[in-house]
């Protein structure tokens, strides 16, 4: 009775795909609705996994040459406004800061909404020789940005981050380290998150205020929307001017630096559950489930098993994180609903029988497949199926992609495909922002990136006929 | 040359221990000042101890059952207001958002100072019955407080720390939870930062706002003042009753949540600066210290030199955080007296006679004695002297407290002692607040805490005569 509830609860994926993602977030408690509209509590489920990201990509940045530093929450609205395109992208949604204890503030203090400026002014202190540089710097932190609709891990008023801030003395170092850390990025999603992506640049109305050059991951989610998943932004010297960071070169000469930022956030957790849920929930890849493997007892009243369980738990936790529950209140059925909601990739099933028979039941959440195992092969089989469910969930996220990849030559075509499916679309453009907005004003898709490896579909642009420069990825977009 | 003018940059501690505090913040490149009067950027060899300070006690909650979770950054008003003693000890003190992107906002949300309000509005969504509790969530985030008078570490407008909540269904758990959290706090103080404490509960005048009782760290700086570094509170119900978290008990009947925090902050870096530095700069502990071992070749242009200076990394590397200076633009002297600043426990020099004799000159930074040192002796020569350095600075710190500890039996003895010295006044007192102001008009000296192991100094309060109820110990604070 109580497992058939359980998965009523959920709405399904087919019917309802929004409904769907929020029923999740709230029924696998990865996170909550905070007072504040807009906003949102990380739970501690969630946290783990934003945990799991966190020391993945720290350990990449500080094997790349990185090193974590701390700048401040509140930023001067004078030193916002000292790069003219980047105040223009972000001050329409920063949350200001008027009064301090009991007074008025002289001057409005934004909350950072990103802190390419408190850096710039802290670097242009901090830099005079060639033989300071490069700077490689990286923050872990909290930024806000007044959004009007939000979604918790996909867009909200505050999320978690890390923003990765670098200068350096040439142009080439500068642009190097942004498509290292665009590399970084990929594999990450790729390895770990078992998401495939897109690679790629930004168009020039998609580029980040104040960038010369935006690269972006993109992942295309099961209903056919993109995620902008993580970008890496090279900067030329447009903030080094706007904030006099120089330094004195090799011949005695002073000279602007070159700059680099780029960060990924906690919205990439949403991209996990989009990318590879299910009626039942979560599925979370094994590289960076915070429970891998959950041991659920039968009949755990009779003699011997919770005692199997703990020993089983003992044993696998030297290679694995995993979670025993022995909750006498709610049935083994309960239970397995319970964790495939959450995601867990391995479940084992365990009684009284099996115990005697030395072996046990492994369930994997990926297939929902089940098969019975001899106790002393268990850890050899779980360290496979680790493996495996990895690499299959990858490869069904890549099957999903390939199969919503769409291609279009002409503005008649493009629209039909959006008449039956949500996906990639693959077009020729001609590089004009009219053609862009076209699209975006027929069915809200946006050009998502012009990636590394263009293919020529055509010579001419899809949309109006010119001459193409491009092959383009389209999407509608989160 | 050089050498001397480094030195000559930092103030001597006995002359103006306040600047010599800033200089070495500075020069030993910890932390900046921002933009901002009172915040502080915290820079990467400072952020790099705030790494391991998170490392260690993350560690440490996490094996005590805690989880991390994470919660909104902005608190509106109504809920600041909702524990009436919380709000009158923080309101005056919190920086106020009263715009968000381009609109006046209906209430004003503060920036938190602290999460109690906003934790306990979630708290009572999410508990229902007894099976849910206890619940023991830790959140890493930075928190602002607008202070009038700043210096980094120890007191700025915003900082970094963690806060653990946690509720529980009855109070004896949550008393224990509260001292189970004091103890982690003052072996962390004693056995990574090699920094003495006295542990005890704060008078009812020092308590934090809202708390029925308030244990504190407290540990002794070079110049004789004490620096509260870590405090758990214990709330009772009072949280609980303003903010509606209840559950349902085995029996079925609706009681209301028991509850406790405690945290420290990014002050106890300032901790360590001022227990164990000295006038070359920085002492670093082993167990906290970044860099734990510095190579620096003598006289690097020569053949092989450089080679065996990488060769020594990648063996020790594997034992100790280690870093090479090859740096060529500067000398072995001044390396010397750079690494010396920022506290490096310990220096291997090399230069070619030394690699002709397989061996390498060993310096301690704490003692500053030098050894030579065959190398095939080495690895294991400098796992004995982490283990040695690290108790030497405990018991030099230890030595420094004791020798800064007085006996007061009357305010003519308190005051006497003042005019000469400064540290720890132990007095026995007779509980009432009038006692404690005055000591603070007189000298502006606080009650630090009442200790759990109370001698009997006397049977009357020191300053009013009238019998005494408790033995303090006393100090000026930061």
């Known amino acids: 009775m109580e497992n058939k509830e359980f998965v009523k609860e959920l709405t399904k994926m087919d019917e309802d795909f929004a409904q769907w993602y929020t029923d999740i977030i709230l029924k696998a408690e990865l996170v909550d609705y905070a007072p504040v509209k807009g906003f949102m509590v990380i739970r501690p489920y969630g946290y783990a996994i934003w945990e799991n990201i966190q020391k993945i990509l720290d350990n990449e940045f500080k094997k790349t ?256 994180s995993v979670e025993v529950d022995i909750r006498s209140e709610v049935s083994p059925g309960y239970k397995f609903n319970y964790w495939e909601l959450r995601g867990v990739p391995v479940r084992i099933e365990i009684g009284p029988k099996d115990i005697e028979n030395h072996e046990c039941i492994l369930f994997r959440r990926d297939t929902l497949e089940k098969e019975t195992i001899k106790l002393d092969k268990l850890e050899e089989r779980i360290k496979e199926l680790m493996v495996d469910i990895q690499n299959h969930m990858f490869q069904m996220a890549k099957e999903n992609v390939e199969k919503h990849t769409f291609i279009a030559r002409s503005l008649e075509e493009y629209l039909d495909i959006f008449k039956h499916q949500q996906g990639y679309i693959k077009m020729m453009w001609c590089g004009c922002q009219e053609c862009e907005d076209k699209i975006k004003e027929e069915v809200s898709s946006t050009i998502r990136c012009i990636p590394f490896h263009e293919e020529k579909l055509d010579n001419k642009c899809a949309i109006c006929g010119k001459e193409a420069k491009h092959m383009v990825y389209t999407a509608r977009q989160y």
Chains 1, 2 share one sequence.
Not at 94 to 120: D, M
Not at 274 to 294: C, E, F, W, Y
């Open 65 to 320: 040459g990185h090193r974590n530093a701390y700048f401040p929450l509140l930023i001067p609205e004078s030193l916002l406004n000292k790069e003219k395109e980047h105040v223009e992208g972000f001050a329409p949604e920063v949350a200001w800061v008027t009064q301090g204890g009991e007074n008025e503030l002289s001057e409005r203090l934004c909350v950072r909404p990103t802190s390419e400026t408190i850096i710039c002014t802290m670097y242009s202190k901090w830099v005079k020789s060639y033989r300071d540089l490069p700077l490689l710097y990286n923050q872990w932190a909290n930024v806000v940005r007044w959004e009007k609709t939000t979604r918790p891990f996909l867009r909200t008023s505050e999320f978690l981050w890390q923003e990765g801030h670098t200068i350096h003395a040439t142009e080439e170092e500068a642009r190097e380290e942004t498509l290292r850390m665009h590399k970084i990025y990929a594999d990450f999603l790729e390895n770990y998150l078992a998401i495939p992506v897109v690679m790629g640049r930004k168009s020039e109305k998609e580029k980040f205020a104040g960038a010369e050059e935006t690269y972006t991951i993109e992942a295309l989610m099961h209903d056919g929307k993109a995620l902008q998943s993580g970008t890496s932004h090279y900067f030329g010297n447009h903030f080094a001017k706007a904030f006099d960071i120089k330094f004195q070169n090799k011949e005695g000469k002073m000279e602007y630096c070159y700059q680099t930022s780029w960060g990924m956030t906690t919205r990439v957790i949403g991209g996990i559950i989009m990318t590879h849920g299910d009626d039942r929930g979560l599925k979370l890849p094994p590289n960076i489930a915070p429970i891998q493997v959950v041991v659920v007892p039968i009949a755990q009243h009779k003699e011997g098993v919770i005692q199997k369980v703990e020993e089983l738990k003992d044993k696998l936790s030297k290679h694995f």
